[in-house]
């Protein structure tokens, strides 16, 4: 349950920051919306794939090897 809880938490959040981060601070340096809408995606799946990562490491995973 904690594994898929914390797929979860980080999809939707790296994705909604990324999504929000986009419309603030990407239209001051790029004009074409495409391109911010790629940007978006691509700054969410990096955040995915990190707070994914620190979240199976330090709330999934932490007792099975202590």
Do not use: D, E, R
């Not at 601070?25 to 990562?53: Q, R």
């Amino acid at each position: 349950m904690k594994f898929l809880a914390v797929v979860i938490a980080c999809y939707y959040g790296s994705y909604w920051l990324s999504f929000h981060v986009s419309k603030l601070i990407l239209p001051m340096f790029i004009n074409t919306p495409k391109m911010i809408g790629n940007l978006s995606i691509l700054i969410g799946a990096g955040l995915y794939t990190i707070t994914n990562f620190l979240g199976q490491k330090f709330f999934v995973f932490n007792s099975m090897y202590l």
